[in-house]
């Protein structure tokens, strides 16, 4: 059960009906994209399947390959619990046979997967992990086990996470494992929390990670109204994780409801220029920190669908590159995705 004082901040609904009063022309259609982070699941409370993916896809931007991230979909309800995560990969690989005679042109739905493992386990998570790469059929690219935590703010889906949970010694003893099976790992921390994930980094040099949603600055709950307090402290952990070549960092999942910028509360749902308004402060410092070839846009669909949508994402991400050079621009929108990911170059 939640702590009675931890606040719940549920992500919003999608409202189809809401986001179609704005409707955008797209910039720069010709741009190669990798979205290198998705979801895709039965009911949270909607279905976002295939069809839906490559719906808001169709909305116009170049999208030619995809990556499916841990969601905590279609677990496997029977069989030893540390097993059960396996579903996941079973579930996204059963959708892209189901609709293999349905090709999408040239678009590679989930040609990456990313699962979830207990990193507790320690050794023994390597009959967990090697579930994953059989299920996956060469698709299965790493793990994410979030660490999202907060006194103030109760998790967004449940279990959520221990405090310190990237400092625990059982988590290392799973997380030292991942390497010898070639595979990456996904950071899902708050902005406070950062701290535990440089100091993981220091003890594994050698290990790919990619930070997810920008490292997490928190809006709501006991950060609401202190905006530029929590930009401060997220700038300076931002510029201390940036010191690990082996971290990457994913640009986006901002229109989330811990963020507090409350879109889903407008009349209308937010135009590119606003977005792009909005979360280029905290774009610009992450490039300038991590550099194109560390950083990769990323939808977080449907999460984010509950605040704006799709070709209006892209287009906001599309004007906070405005300025960088076209091979800047590879790097940022497929590039550096398709290197962390080892997926097949796209342009």
Known sequence: MSDPERKPFHHPRVRPDWLCKVTEEIIDPDQPIIDPHHHLWVARPDPYLVPDLVDDISSGHKVLATVFIQCGSEYRRTGAEEMRPVGETEFVVKLLREYEKRPFGKLDVCAG????????LGETIDAVLEAHIRAG?????????SGTYDAGIAPTSPPGAPPG??????????????SRHGLTFEAWLYHPQLGDLADLLRHFPDQKVVLNHLGG???????????DEVFATWRVSIAELAQFPNLHIKLGGLA??????????????????????????????????FGVDRCM???????????????????AFKRMAAGCSADEKAA????????????????
Not at 113 to 120: N, S, T, W
Request: hydrophobic residues 35%.
């Open 297 to 315: 846009f990323e939808s977080n669909f449907p999460v984010d669908k509950g605040m704006c949508g799709y070709a209006v994402l892209w287009n």
């Open 165 to 178: 949970l990237y400092r625990d010694d059982a988590f290392r003893a799973g997380f030292g494992r991942l």
């Open 332 to 347: 940022l929108f497929h590039r550096t995705a398709q290197r962390f990911y080892t997926l097949s170059p796209v342009a």
């Open 256 to 289: 989330m409801n811990v963020n507090g910028f409350g879109y889903h509360h407008n009349v209308l749902p937010p135009s590119s220029e606003q977005i792009a308004r909005d979360w280029k402060p905290y774009v610009d410092i992450a490039i300038e920190a």
């Open 217 to 227: 600055p928190l809006g709501v709950g006991p950060y609401e109204g202190r905006r």
């Open 113 to 120: 997967i990313v699962g979830h493992a207990d990193c507790r």
């Open 137 to 145: 059929r060469k698709r299965f690219k790493g793990i994410r086990h």
